[in-house]
């Protein structure tokens, strides 16, 4: 198993930033990738952002250009860089990894953290 410790969240006006962070624990001796995932009310899953051990990442269109993933290995952190947001980027913002290439259907997932883009 892998735990979580997850940061963050918030209350943002539109056009704001918000940083999240994340570290894990547990069994990551193996872990390969991790991400965040997000979901919104009466929507699905969606994965945000993730990066591999190795440094590489991916994003969803809807938030290329705006989030940054990275990453502190030394810490088994993960950082999600959330800038220029909008109300639909309101959502719980979940904090994942895997052994494998990330997944909103596979892995591990953390309980969530709030946020909230309102003026």
């Known amino acids: 198993q892998v735990q979580f410790v997850e940061s963050g969240g918030g209350l943002v006006q539109p056009g704001g930033s918000v940083r999240l962070s994340c570290a894990a624990s547990?069994?990551?001796?193996?872990?390969?990738?991790m991400g965040w995932c997000r979901q919104a009310p009466g929507k699905q899953r969606e994965l945000v952002a993730a990066?591999?051990?190795?440094?590489?990442?991916n994003y969803a269109d809807s938030v290329e250009g705006r989030f940054t993933i990275s990453r502190d290995g030394a810490k088994n952190a993960v950082y999600l860089q959330m800038n220029s947001l909008k109300p639909e980027d309101t959502a719980v913002y979940y904090c994942?990894?895997?052994?494998?290439?990330?997944?909103?259907?596979?892995?591990?997932w953390g309980q969530g953290t709030q946020v909230t883009v309102s003026s």
């Open positions: 990066i591999t051990w190795g440094g590489s990442s």
């Open positions: 994942g990894a895997d052994h494998g290439p990330l997944s909103v259907v596979k892995g591990y």
């Open positions: 547990g069994s990551i001796f193996s872990i390969y990738a």
